[in-house]
Nanobody, 124 residues
Framework: QVQLVESGGGLVQPGGSLRLSCASSGRTFSSYTLGWFRQVPGKEREFVGG????????YYADSVKGRFTISRDNAKNRMFLQMNSLKFEDSAIYYC?????????????????WGQGTQVTVSR
């Protein structure tokens, strides 16, 4: 099975930046699609962005396009989410997810493995 671990969350002021990481324990991402989702208590989980690992193709939700950037370190099997110009509405628990196919998707049901999440709070 695939174990995913997120890190890098914390408290940041509006307009600030954070960089989240997602790493796999004992598994390579070579043939997977990796995604970021976020969730606020009482609301549905929301797609943020994703990357097809083999082709390094990235795609994003309209709400974060131009502010968030996904990248990877292929040698270390690690994915990053660089978040800039953060807003109050970006506050959420952010989850890393893995799909066992190399095609992009924004649907929760298409992803097979999930991390435990990391909290991001944007506050003055």
């Amino acid at each position: 099975q695939v174990q995913l671990v997120e890190s890098g969350g914390g408290l940041v002021q509006p307009g600030g930046s954070l960089r989240l990481s997602c790493a796999s324990s004992g598994r390579t991402f070579s043939s997977y699609t990796l995604g970021w989702f976020r969730q606020v208590p009482g609301k549905e989980r929301e797609f943020v962005g994703g990357i097809t690992w083999s082709s390094d193709f990235t795609y994003y939700a309209d709400s974060v396009k131009g502010r968030f950037t996904i990248s990877r370190d292929n040698a270390k099997n690690r994915m990053f989410l660089q978040m800039n110009s953060l807003k109050f509405e970006d506050s959420a628990i952010y989850y890393c997810a893995a799909r066992l196919y190399s095609g992009p998707s924004y649907l929760e049901s298409d992803y097979d493995y999930w991390g435990q999440g990391t909290q991001v709070t944007v506050s003055r």
